[in-house]
């Protein structure tokens, strides 16, 4: 069973930046999509970005174009979120999922697609 581990949270100031890592275990050859999914009090849970390892696309909410960077250390079974010029409106939980399929619609990515999530980790920004 494949076990996700969240650091790297944190409270900076607007404009900053932090980095997420995500450490995986228990590698299974069905989870083929990686994604951060964030979640904010009161709101429902949004998909920031993806990496399908398949063909290696890399997707992105709009909300996070520009300012965000997902990647992957295969060697370290490591997935990583860079966030840059953070804003205020960037805090939330921040969940690492792996599922089968990166299922990105108008609204966003689906979350029904992940197989395991992480506990996830909170990031405040002050403004």
């Known amino acids: 069973q494949v076990q996700l581990v969240e650091s790297g949270g944190g409270s900076v100031q607007a404009g900053g930046s932090l980095r997420l890592s995500c450490a995986a275990s228990g590698y299974s050859y069905s989870t083929h999509c990686m994604a951060w999914f964030r979640q904010a009090p009161g709101q429902e849970r949004e998909g920031v970005a993806s990496?399908?390892?398949?063909?290696?696309?890399?997707h992105y909410a709009d909300s996070v174009k520009g300012r965000f960077t997902i990647s992957q250390d295969n060697a370290e079974n490591t997935l990583y979120l860079q966030m840059n010029n953070l804003k205020p409106e960037d805090t939330a939980n921040y969940y690492c999922?792996?599922?089968?399929?990166?299922?990105?619609?108008?609204?966003?990515?689906?979350?029904?697609?992940?197989?395991?999530w992480g506990k996830g980790i909170l990031v405040t920004i002050s403004s």
């Open positions: 990496i399908y390892d398949v063909d290696r696309s890399i």
């Open positions: 999922a792996v599922g089968g399929t990166c299922s990105w619609y108008s609204w966003g990515l689906s979350p029904h697609g992940m197989y395991y």
